[in-house]
């Protein structure tokens, strides 16, 4: 699926937004990508999840983890696609874990599946958790890569779209920027 497509069908269900944002990652951006509000659509949620589901249909995959919030719908129905054991990660007190008596089995083989990365933290928090755990990653499934590439996590990394979104540091953010009122819509 080419980048123009993908934008397209943000754009037509409301899912790119512009404005200033205060990221998951602590950066600032005029542009955000709220993926729940595409794959709120069965008809896109099953389109992306297919896409990567494909990518990784030989890999012998036998679980499948995201870290919540975001990941946790395109995880679930990539795993349902490859017909594997779906679980998430999530925060309690700021760190990441897995919780509610789920478990990823020593020498099992993980793929890491996540909406939207700018640089990754959240993924490599839940990469960190299924070393811990013994276990094979066997690759990290994407959406959105906003580093348009930059953030390489894993040698068997794919996304469906890498987009160049321009984001700033907290010291760097412009003045036309710092100008509009943040909102951050980001799950930490």
Not at 61 to 79: D, F, K, Q, Y
Not at 135 to 158: C, E, P, T, W, Y
């Amino acid at each position: 699926m080419d980048k123009t497509t993908v934008l397209e069908i943000f754009r037509s269900t409301g899912a790119l937004l512009e404005g200033h944002f205060l990221l998951s990652s602590g950066r600032h951006s005029p542009t955000y990508f709220q993926c729940a509000r595409v794959l709120q659509y069965p008809e896109y949620l099953h389109i992306f999840a297919r896409e990567i589901a494909d990518h990784y249909r030989d890999f012998d995959v036998n679980i499948v983890i995201s870290p919540a919030v975001g990941g946790v719908v395109l995880g679930t129905e990539v795993g349902r696609q490859l017909d594997v054991r779906t679980v998430f990660a999530e925060r309690k007190d700021g760190i990441m874990s897995i919780r509610r008596g789920f478990h990823i089995e020593p020498e099992a083989k993980v793929l890491i599946i996540e909406d939207v990365i700018t640089t990754g933290g959240s993924v490599k928090e839940v990469m960190d958790i299924v070393t811990e755990c013994g276990a094979n990653i066997m690759g990290i499934g994407v959406l959105v890569d906003r580093s348009n590439g930059r953030a390489v996590l894993h040698k068997s990394q794919f996304s469906i779209s890498a987009l160049e979104a321009v984001s700033f540091d907290p010291d760097e953010i412009p003045a036309d920027l710092s100008a509009i009122p943040v909102q951050k819509p980001g799950s930490r």
